[in-house]
Nanobody, 125 residues
Framework: QVQLVESGGDSVQAGGSLRLSCVFS????????MGWFRQAPGKEREWVAC?????????LFADSVKGRFTISRDNAKNNLSLQMNSLKPEDTAMYYC?????????????????WGQGTQVTVSS
C-alpha cells in the first residue's frame, strides 16, 4: 500500500519562503516520478512541478512558478521536497504531492496514481 503525507504548509507574507515535504511509504519510490499539484478555492487543480526517477535528471515547472520553486527527491529517505521562494498571494492553495505511474516527469494528473491529503499554503500581501 502506497501512502503519501505532505507537511510544511503555513501562512507567510508575500516574498517569503516555504519548504514542503512529502514522505512516501510503500514500494518502488525510486522508480516513480513525483509531482506537486495545487488547488486554490474555486479553481481547478493545477500541476506545479515534477521530477523524474530515479535520479531526478528531469525537473519541470509550471511557468507560474519557474525560477521561484525548486523540486528535489531523496530516494534513500523516500522524501520529496518543494522549495518555494518569493511567494506571491496567487500561490495560495492546497498543495498535493503525487506518485507517478512510471519514471518520466509528467504534468498530466492522470499519469499519477497515488496522492497525498495536501498541505495548505497561504500567502498574504
Amino acid at each position: 500500500q502506497v501512502q503519501l503525507v505532505e507537511s510544511g504548509g503555513d501562512s507567510v507574507q508575500a516574498g517569503g519562503s516555504l519548504r514542503l515535504s512529502c514522505v512516501f511509504s510503500g514500494y518502488a519510490y525510486s522508480s516513480r516520478s513525483m509531482g506537486w499539484f495545487r488547488q486554490a478555492p474555486g479553481k481547478e487543480r493545477e500541476w506545479v512541478a515534477c521530477i523524474s526517477a530515479p535520479t531526478g535528471n528531469d525537473r519541470l515547472f509550471a511557468d507560474s512558478v519557474k525560477g521561484r520553486f525548486t523540486i528535489s527527491r531523496d530516494n534513500a529517505k523516500n522524501n520529496l521536497s518543494l522549495q518555494m521562494n518569493s511567494l506571491k498571494p496567487e500561490d495560495t492553495a492546497m498543495y498535493y504531492c503525487a506518485a507517478g505511474r512510471g519514471a518520466s516527469c509528467y504534468f498530466d494528473s492522470s499519469k499519477y496514481n497515488y496522492w497525498g491529503q495536501g498541505t495548505q499554503v497561504t500567502v498574504s500581501s
